[in-house]
């Protein structure tokens, strides 16, 4: 009897601990931490590495994954910070999708939030440690972490200001990439066009990443009306009505079809055929689809869908990177 009783005691166990760490990942939103790693290390091995191969410094690898995970981590923190503060709104926008309060305690939320941050702050300087000249990353990582906090207490609140404050941090995983590098120069050796080069394959990422994501977050902020509405937040479409806030988002959708497709015109001239055909059917099509769908779109569940859709639009553009492997 005793033995079944232990049994019994260690399934339970184990079933806590499982509901425990499938919840925390949850809360850190796991995918969305892999597209970010994604990102870096496709910007990393197929932009930066080619462009400079043969001159790249010594621990460059080791420094970059510190960098890497830095990101990643103070991503997380800033998850379990914005769930923290949401939770009334998250209980009418998605009360089956809520971690804090119901699997995870908010102590302990608050608690991993300090140790997340910490870590990526960590992390970052040891990443920097050797290059004296790069202490500005590791202030502007520090802002990053204030900048998630009062995100998730205020700016996500105000008209703009949070789409803006999100949109810049998801640009600055491409371009704190890009600055890691950009005074190494000297010492890699390169020549002036791929400095050039190196430019403006981040600026165009980097602009890409932040257009798409205003999209986005315009799209999220019509799916999360409900919630928001009851806790007083003013949002887009809560402040100009939906209708305005489908032009606001309509017009950025125009902006990035536009640049997307006058990137591909330019692209032609050195004979890029399968990058210009992967951009023009996994990321122009699709986002010409997103636009003609937004017009439509008047329910929750066709707001969610267009977020997700536009989460795919994301990662094919980030997915052609990898085309740069091979043509630079």
Known sequence: MNGFNHYHLSILHYQLNMRLITGFLKLVRLPNLIFIALTQVLFQYCIFRPLYNGGVLVDDDRHFIFLMLASVLIAAAGYVINDYFDINIDEVNKPERMVVDKVI???????????????GLVLTFFALGSFR?????LLANVFCVNLLWFYSTNFKKSLLTGNIVISLLTAWTILIIFFSKVTWHDALGGSFTNQHKFFRLAL??????????????????????????????RTMPIVWGV???????????????????????YSLQFRWWWPV??????????????????????VQAD??????????VMLTG????????FYL
């Open 204 to 233: 165009v990422y980097a602009g890409f990443a932040f257009i798409i994501s205003l999209i986005r977050e315009a799209i999220k902020d019509m799916e999360d009306m409900a919630g928001d509405t009851r806790y007083g937040c």
């Open 243 to 265: 209708n305005a806030a489908k032009v606001y988002t309509a017009v950025w959708i125009v902006i990035l079809i536009a640049s997307l497709a006058a990137i591909q015109v």
């Open 318 to 325: 980030i997915l052609s990177m990898a085309f740069f492997y």
């Open 133 to 137: 000249d790069k202490w500005y990353l």
């Open 105 to 119: 305690s908010r102590r302990w939320a608050i608690a991993w939030h300090f140790m997340l941050s910490f870590s």
């Open 303 to 312: 707001f969610h869908r267009l977020s997700s859709q536009t989460k795919l």
């Open 277 to 298: 055909l992967f951009s023009i059917i996994l990321i122009i099509v699709p986002l010409v689809y997103i636009l003609f769908s937004l017009r439509k779109a008047t």
